[in-house]
């Protein structure tokens, strides 16, 4: 045989090799996924979401139960959500990104400061203008997302202190913007959009579970979404299959972002405000929500439809709290104690799994061995 048929062999050999190992890692990240327990925080969130809703029904079911509170909870849900949503994403990295508040503050001043400075001059260029402020916004808040792709994938800056540094930034930028002043004036069509409802559901909630749908697709059914899912459960196996990390990471920061900017779009809809300092105690909210939605926060899985739940939950017990008329500040206790009990389950039901497992496949001692199997000579 000569060389070159060596050769020829030896790539022919090599090409049908990869398509098998690109199957074998495919169903490996599956099995991974299904296995994690990812959905395990989609089932008990519905379990707390019906013991919070049912809790507060029996304490105070006038005030709780009105049409004006839980159309409230339907209303004020969807820009806490999208931004959990972007949390989760990135988290399923192995990362996280403080500056989505930020970023989500910073797009809302974008758009509330390009309509009043047209206004000033042509009110109704400005409404008719809407849609272009509107995704100028979302493109601010990609802008951002990209900003922290580029600190982590190329930089290398570890992510927690990449975005916490690009958090303060944004902040100042915005105070120094707005001269730390209140912005009044938003496009006529966002207040359309956070008046509007289609079969008593409003508008704003129905864009956030339409996010939500095209996530949970972008997580689960896509190439990326399995890179993502690959690059957090293991980023030396994601390596070693040829997985561009960099372009991973930076398309998840940038689409993190881009979610943050929508979130800023539901702030103006839902009041046509913007400052600087708005949702400051969303940052924490969100990664609260994230975890007990069922996200790794190491990375390598999570749940869509767990977030949706989990903001669902406390945004019920906000609002349930506020109906027996207790304060903020014993919320954010029971956000705590909340996700302290949650990890404590985890921590409980993932080492009674490995003791089932350690059971099941150590050696039975009444099945003979080799040794005990033969009579010695």
């Not at 409404?127 to 979302?138: K, T």
């Not at 975005?163 to 004036?185: D, K």
């Not at 939950?313 to 906000?318: A, H, K, P, Y």
């Not at 150590?362 to 009579?375: G, I, K, N, Q």
Request: proline share 5%; charged share 10%; glycine share 10%.
């Amino acid at each position: 045989m000569s060389p070159d048929t060596k050769v020829r062999n030896g790539a022919s050999g090599a090409s049908a090799l990869l398509p098998r190992v690109n199957d074998q890692l495919e169903s490996w990240t599956q099995r991974l996924v299904r296995g994690s327990g990812a959905h395990r925080g989609a089932g008990r969130m519905v379990v707390a979401l019906l013991i919070a809703f049912a809790l507060f029904t029996a304490l105070n079911p006038r005030v709780f139960l009105s049409p004006i509170n839980l159309q409230n909870i339907a209303v004020a849900a969807p820009e806490i959500g999208i931004i959990s949503i972007a949390m989760m994403l990135v988290m399923l990295t192995g990362g996280i990104d403080l500056s989505l508040v930020a970023i989500a503050n910073f797009s809302a001043i974008t758009i509330s400061m390009l309509h009043n400075t047209i206004a000033a001059s042509d009110p109704a260029l400005a409404n008719s203008l809407g849609i272009v402020i509107v995704l100028a916004g979302i493109v601010v808040g990609m802008l951002g997302g990209a900003v922290n792709g580029f600190l982590v994938s190329v930089v290398g800056i570890t992510p927690i202190l990449a975005t916490l540094a690009t958090m303060q930034i944004y902040n100042g930028m915005a105070i120094v913007w707005t001269g730390g002043t209140t912005l009044y004036g938003a496009p006529q069509l966002l207040a359309t959009i956070g008046q509007t409802a289609v079969a008593n559901a409003p508008l704003l909630f129905i864009i956030f579970l339409a996010v939500a749908v095209l996530i949970a697709i972008l997580v689960n059914r896509t190439a990326l979404g399995r890179m993502i899912q690959l690059e957090g459960a293991n980023p030396v196996a994601a390596r070693y299959s040829a997985i561009p990390r960099r372009a991973v990471l930076m398309k998840t920061y940038t689409y993190g972002g881009m979610l943050a900017g929508l979130a800023g779009v539901l702030f103006l809809a839902r009041n046509p405000t913007a400052s600087a300092d708005y949702g400051a105690s969303y940052v924490l909210l969100v990664i609260v929500i994230a975890v007990l939605g069922g996200t790794n926060p190491t990375g390598g899985f999570a749940s869509v439809t767990g977030v949706v739940l989990a903001t669902l939950t406390l945004q019920v017990v906000s609002s349930g709290f506020t109906a027996i008329r207790l304060s903020s500040y014993e919320y954010a206790i029971a956000q705590g104690v909340i996700l302290i009990a949650v990890m404590i389950l985890d921590a409980v039901s993932s080492t009674r799994a490995r003791r089932q497992k350690k059971v099941a496949s150590a050696p039975r001692s009444d099945v003979p061995t080799p040794e005990t199997a033969l009579p010695r000579a």
